[in-house]
């Protein structure tokens, strides 16, 4: 006797990157920030700690908000706070999408999107990505005419590469919308802004971000969705009732309040990143501009999963991704490298020479 729905037995679920308890582990696997967050961030933690426990947060985070219309120049109105940004993901399928209803995202990106989709019992397409990660034009308006939502990471995971605002524009669907997934926007050359949504077809559009990466708050779940008002009181509606707990809206807000920290940790990871690319290619492999705090490297004699396994039984860890074929495209696979410190950098590339050379 099967007791699950139909659309949760028949699917396997979203599956994280390997947490190890250990310490001995170099860990490069799931795009962590090396560094540590702000001191600031350790104080509001400590201060929020000796607070009011028994009481309920502040269900709209509205300090946190007007933080954000701070820093972005916008109506804190427009802003969503949620545990993580995959939370606002899952709020967008479940405030946009009937049971049904086209869900269409890049392909190979992001699997949670997949997952998300299934679970809503939605239908999902793949929009196939080429070799040079980039869409056919053609196809993308096919599958977007007639999407209830589209997703897309800018940058993209796992390659790291960016996407124009008007390729990005080109996907709003005539009577949808499009969610543009900034998990790993601080990292790109260019700095965030809310500029999408003062696009003509702005009110169709929601931008989503994460405190995980460039502010070093992983362990703390916390993101935010950026939208116009009446979008952002829609999605209020879905979210649950105190979605985000004391202490991490503390923490998050302290976090934002300190922007030289964060800039400075980005400018680390981006000198690192650049080290490591130039190493991963004098090694053999072919790698792809990146925008974001890891690499999407491929070797050419496609041994990915043995050099994976090889890393791993020498305690670092890295990402081993396999893409099925899409559209009649060949199946994809490779590495992602998250960019940690120089010195576990060093580490990783030692021993992946001795790997390859083997």
């Known amino acids: 006797m099967n007791l699950f729905r139909p659309d949760i037995a028949r699917i396997d679920g979203y599956t994280p990157g390997e947490q190890p308890q250990e310490s001995s582990w170099i860990k490069l696997n799931t795009n962590e920030n090396p560094y540590p967050p702000s001191p600031a961030v350790v104080e509001a933690i400590r201060d929020a700690s000796s607070g009011p426990l028994n009481l309920y947060p502040d269900p709209l985070v509205r300090r946190f908000c007007t933080r954000v219309g701070d820093l972005f120049g916008i109506d804190p109105d427009c802003v969503l706070p949620a545990n993580g940004s995959d939370e606002n993901l899952t709020i967008a399928m479940r405030s946009f999408v009937d049971a049904g209803q086209q869900v269409t995202f890049p392909y190979p990106s992001y699997t949670l999107y997949e997952t998300?989709?299934?679970?809503?019992?939605?239908?999902?397409?793949?929009?196939?990505?080429?070799?040079?990660?980039?869409?056919?034009?053609?196809?993308?308006?096919?599958?977007?005419?007639?999407?209830?939502?589209?997703?897309?990471?800018?940058?993209?995971?796992?390659?790291?590469?960016?996407?124009?605002?008007?390729?990005?524009t080109s996907l709003v669907p005539p009577a949808g919308v499009l969610v543009v997934d900034e998990a790993y926007g601080d990292f790109r050359d260019e700095p965030l802004s809310s500029g999408l949504l003062q696009h003509e077809r702005g009110s169709q559009i929601v931008l989503t971000r994460t405190l995980?990466?460039?502010?070093?708050?992983?362990?703390?779940?916390?993101?935010?969705?950026?939208?116009?008002?009446?979008?952002?009181?829609?999605?209020?509606?879905?979210?649950?009732?105190?979605?985000?707990?004391?202490?991490?809206?503390?923490?998050?807000?302290?976090?934002?309040?300190?922007q030289e920290w964060m800039l400075r940790n980005v400018e680390r990871i981006r000198a690192t990143r650049d080290r490591l690319v130039a190493a991963l290619r004098d090694t053999g492999f072919d790698t792809v501009d990146s925008q974001t705090n890891f690499i999407w490297a491929s070797h050419p004699t496609g041994h990915h999963r043995r050099i994976f396994d090889q890393l791993k039984n020498r305690k670092i860890l890295v990402r081993y991704m396999h893409f099925s074929n899409t559209s009649g495209d060949a199946a994809r696979d490779g590495l992602r490298i998250t960019v940690g410190t120089d010195e576990q950098v060093d580490r990783f590339v030692d021993v992946l020479r001795s790997i390859v050379v083997a």
């Open 116 to 168: 998300l989709a299934d679970l809503q019992g939605a239908r999902h397409q793949r929009l196939p990505l080429r070799d040079d990660w980039q869409w056919d034009p053609r196809q993308a308006e096919t599958l977007v005419a007639d999407s209830k939502l589209v997703f897309v990471p800018n940058p993209n995971s796992p390659s790291g590469n960016c996407w124009s605002d008007p390729l990005l």
């Open 212 to 258: 995980s990466k460039s502010y070093s708050l992983a362990g703390i779940r916390f993101g935010y969705a950026l939208a116009q008002p009446e979008l952002i009181a829609g999605m209020r509606k879905v979210k649950d009732s105190y979605n985000c707990n004391a202490l991490s809206i503390a923490a998050a807000t302290a976090a934002l309040q300190d």
